[in-house]
């Protein structure tokens, strides 16, 4: 829970939002009051027109929720407060992107003096508005971005639109509904695999940054095991003994078993975005995005990242991941330490160094940026 509030301050978040953060911290000892005390932020924040705060609030309030008409009906506060908070926001519009029989919503920001476009998109469990304030500053180097929530993610899951690893597919209908002969593209989170996935099968991605390396669906999740039942989970998985990886799942998320509340979450929010119903079957879907045997099809300019102390993802992956892009164009890594405040999943608490490091990498590769402006702010 710490990380997720954090998530919440990131990118020139409002000194009122910090301060209600600090002072209610000692309160959220657990899912259910985590729940019900951003929910009465929320609702506070919205009655005072804060509309941003309101917005991150609500975010968190649904957070931990499991699926169900309580987690959408906070889902659709979340996108009432947000819509009020971009009214007037020059060059932002709300997109929709017509995807197998229904649509996966967005936003664009057109730069003011367009050189490129960037599309970008999450992972297990960001909102793409939750991306705003990161990739807001790109426009001032000419950067129109396209962000979107993709299968499993914000809107689309609450359409119906479950998690896919074919990540090529959603990728070809945002292309492709925008008439776009060449993008760059970023992935955050579980989206890093995401990203590398959609460049391995779709030529119009010219750079991808895979934000930070992800390599198979289930590291997240195994990780947060407790020690030695990591091992124990996965060869119970791929033995196919369904009753006790079930029994297994359930006790590891049980927080007298397992302190670490983190499988918990991924657990209910796997379920969700999957619309699987038991940890069997989250396991199933989730073993399915896998890089393996694919790398070698990326063909682009490559930017890897990782942070040093990520509690997602072993930084092992990273090292896999590049040993395997053998035919990219060219591969370059970036790992975020602690000193530069960046170390964290996502570099929540230095989402400035993160973005500093994809602009001059961007500028370096592609060639419509490679004499771009310097951003007014970093």
């Keep these: 829970m710490n990380y997720t509030l954090n998530r919440a301050l990131a990118d020139g978040a409002a000194t009122s939002r910090i301060e209600r953060s600090r002072?209610?911290?000692?309160?959220?000892?657990?899912?259910?009051?985590?729940?019900?005390?951003?929910?009465?932020?929320?609702?506070?924040?919205?009655?005072?027109?804060?509309?941003?705060?309101?917005?991150h609030y609500y975010h968190n309030a649904e957070f931990y929720l499991p699926a169900g008409e309580v987690r959408n009906g906070l889902y659709d506060d979340f996108q009432r407060v947000f819509a009020h908070a971009m009214e007037g926001v020059e060059g932002y519009e709300r997109i929709e992107v017509p995807y197998?029989?229904?649509?996966?919503?967005?936003?664009?920001?057109?730069?003011?003096?367009?050189?490129?476009t960037l599309i970008a998109h999450g992972g297990y469990d960001s909102f793409i508005e939750e991306w705003y304030p990161?990739?807001?500053?790109?426009?001032?180097?000419?950067?129109?971005?396209?962000?979107?929530?993709?299968?499993?993610?914000?809107?689309?899951?609450?359409?119906?639109?479950?998690?896919?690893?074919?990540?090529?597919?959603?990728?070809?209908?945002?292309?492709?509904?925008?008439g776009l002969d060449e993008?760059?593209?970023?992935?955050?989170?579980?989206?890093?695999?995401?990203?590398?996935?959609?460049?391995?099968?779709?030529?119009?991605?010219?750079?991808?940054?895979?934000?930070?390396?992800?390599?198979?669906?289930?590291?997240?999740?195994?990780?947060?095991?407790?020690?030695?039942?990591?091992?124990?989970?996965?060869?119970?998985?791929?033995?196919g003994q369904r009753d006790q990886v079930e029994?297994?799942?359930?006790?590891?998320?049980?927080?007298?078993?397992?302190?670490?509340?983190?499988?918990?979450?991924?657990v209910t929010q796997g379920k969700h975005i999957t619309g699987t119903t038991t940890g069997y079957e989250l396991m199933q879907s989730l073993a399915t995005h896998s890089l393996e045997g694919i790398l070698h099809r990326v063909t682009q300019d490559v930017l890897v990242t990782e942070g040093e102390n990520d509690h997602l993802f072993p930084i092992s992956r990273l090292h896999r991941v590049i040993s395997e892009l053998v035919c990219a164009r060219t591969v370059s890594a970036r790992v975020f330490t602690a000193r530069e405040g960046a170390?964290?999943?996502?570099?929540?608490?230095?989402?400035?160094v993160a973005r500093e490091e994809f602009l001059s990498w961007l500028s370096r590769y592609s060639p419509a940026l490679s004499n771009a402006p310097a951003m007014a702010t970093a």
């Excluded at 959220?28 to 005390?37: R, V």
């Excluded at 993008?183 to 940054?209: D, H, N, Q, T």
């Excluded at 170390?343 to 400035?352: P, S, W």
């Design 100 to 116: 197998e029989g229904k649509s996966l919503p967005g936003y664009r920001l057109t730069a003011p003096h367009e050189r490129a």
């Design 23 to 55: 002072v209610l911290a000692p309160r959220l000892t657990d899912f259910d009051a985590w729940s019900s005390i951003w929910l009465a932020e929320a609702r506070s924040a919205e009655q005072q027109e804060q509309w941003l705060d309101a917005a």
């Design 343 to 352: 170390e964290q999943h996502c570099q929540v608490g230095g989402g400035a």
């Design 183 to 239: 993008v760059e593209w970023i992935g955050a989170s579980c989206g890093g695999y995401m990203a590398l996935r959609a460049a391995a099968f779709e030529p119009r991605i010219k750079r991808v940054i895979s934000f930070p390396a992800s390599y198979w669906g289930l590291d997240m999740l195994l990780r947060q095991a407790t020690p030695g039942q990591d091992h124990r989970l996965l060869s119970l998985f791929q033995a």
């Design 134 to 178: 990161f990739v807001a500053p790109m426009t001032e180097l000419g950067i129109t971005v396209i962000a979107f929530d993709g299968p499993g993610q914000g809107g689309a899951v609450r359409r119906g639109i479950y998690l896919t690893h074919a990540w090529e597919k959603p990728a070809k209908a945002v292309i492709d509904h925008f």
């Design 247 to 266: 029994a297994l799942v359930d006790q590891q998320c049980d927080p007298t078993v397992n302190a670490n509340t983190n499988f918990a979450w991924a």
